[in-house]
């Protein structure tokens, strides 16, 4: 037979991104310190409660842990994540969420329901890279909107929308992170977040709001989320358990019309059925037993001193021509280089120095942003932080002097052992 390559399909040949990869890749090097993944630290984990809940699941309800539920999800799951909204002055039913696992499924089920292939999307330049592959994978022609302090600029989202609209190629919808986005950790203000609305109203468009961040508020106050401003008329939410709680239980939720709602069943049938009924009755008896908010309120502390930490050593250790972002929550920092470095070349300065991140230019759907990275916080221990940034600030120091010193550009191989950035968000 014919290499099987020879038959796969547009939207398989379309699927080309290794970033996410990568950054598993990168977070794994056992002699490397790592602040490329968004992943929780081992005492960020609830270990014992979770035992604890497991062992009383698999003595008194095994018999519905081990069979398949609903592919909306379980009810009392869903009554639960109900319940939680309602606490944060968010009023929604049951007809109006679904479980899913995890929040890259809730992007992969919008897009089978929103995007042919050729449509276009609004996201932030920057933005989350699983959110553009995946996008891309349907076909969807990326539209980049920048970024001030206060989120989306909406001068620029205007035109872009006004042009489109006015060519009959309205953008099926407008992507958003607005809380602690990754990967810059800017929060979209509340008036930018009511200027992006009436913009989404005037031009009839989706808006998807992604929060896997939100509860992740270290400083300052809770804007309300668009779905709060807006209901699930305009609006499509998607939470997570995956930054919250405990990534391998692979849960997350989208909160939508009762008509779209139905629709991503119906897709999610085809997908895999029902999410982990074992997964979501270890989540649901979380919420249910007040555990969930008390496990926040631990992960909030530790990763508050953790950020606090590295933008301490971020001053003491970075050359003057180095900015970054000091977001009031979430889990990452955005630093910019001077405009003529590249991230990606000074790649293997850190990578020699066993220091590693991503290259800012991943997230930019345009393929700008060569002068910055993104760096997360919370997975290394402090002594790591501190030692990780005095490796990388000699390596971009070290990278600038040879830029000044040499008389023609340098060009650097890839290294052997580093693949692509993408997966771990």
């Known amino acids: 037979m014919k290499q099987a390559s020879a038959q796969f399909s547009k939207m398989a040949n379309r699927a080309v991104g290794k970033v996410i990869q990568e950054i598993v890749d990168l977070v794994s090097k056992p002699d490397t310190i790592s602040f490329a993944g968004a992943i929780p630290p081992s005492d960020a984990l609830p270990a014992d409660t979770f035992k604890d809940i497991m062992h009383d699941i698999l003595s008194n309800r095994i018999d519905v842990a081990l069979q398949y539920s609903s592919t909306y999800g379980l009810q009392e799951l869903r009554e639960e994540l109900v319940a939680f909204y309602q606490k944060q002055n968010t009023q929604i039913s049951t007809d109006e969420l679904i479980v899913v696992s995890a929040s890259q499924q809730a992007l992969d089920l919008i897009s089978k329901c929103f995007i ?55 953008p099926k919808f407008i992507y958003l992170v607005p809380d602690f986005q990754n990967p810059t950790g800017t929060t979209t203000s509340l008036e930018r977040r009511k200027a992006i609305l009436k913009l989404a109203n005037k031009f009839d468009v989706l808006i998807v709001e992604d929060s896997p961040y939100r509860e992740l508020r270290y400083r300052g106050t809770d804007q309300p989320r668009f779905l709060e401003l807006a209901g699930t008329d305009k609006i499509i939410t998607i939470g997570t358990f995956t930054k919250l709680f405990v990534p391998g239980i692979r849960l997350g939720w989208v909160v939508a019309a009762p008509n779209i709602i139905e629709k991503l069943m119906l897709l999610k049938q085809t997908t895999d059925i029902c999410s982990s009924t074992l997964s979501q009755l270890i989540a649901s008896e979380f919420l249910k037993r007040g555990l969930f908010d008390e496990h926040i309120k631990k992960t909030k502390a530790l990763y508050q001193d953790k950020q606090s930490h590295m933008l301490a050593m971020l001053k003491k250790y970075m050359p003057k021509y180095v900015r970054w972002t000091e977001p009031e929550g979430g889990l990452f920092l955005f630093l910019h280089l001077s405009e ?38 919370s997975y290394p221990t402090k002594e790591q932080a501190e030692e990780g940034i005095k490796r990388l600030a000699e390596a971009i120091e070290e990278y600038y002097q040879n830029r000044l010193n040499r008389t023609q550009q340098e060009h650097y191989a890839p290294l052997e052992d580093f693949k692509s950035f993408e997966q771990i968000y």
């Open 340 to 377: 003529d470095m590249s991230a990606r070349d000074l790649l293997e300065h850190a990578m020699r120095r066993k220091v590693a991140y991503v290259p800012g230019d991943v997230f930019f759907c345009d393929g700008s942003g060569e002068n910055t990275m993104r760096l997360n916080f």
């Open 116 to 170: 042919d292939s050729g449509d276009k999307v609004i996201c932030p330049l920057p933005s989350y890279i699983a959110a553009m592959d995946t996008f891309r994978s349907y076909g969807a022609e990326l539209i980049g909107i920048p970024m001030d302090g206060e989120g989306m600029r909406t001068d620029i989202l205007e035109d872009r929308l006004e042009n489109f609209c006015h060519i009959g190629q309205k």
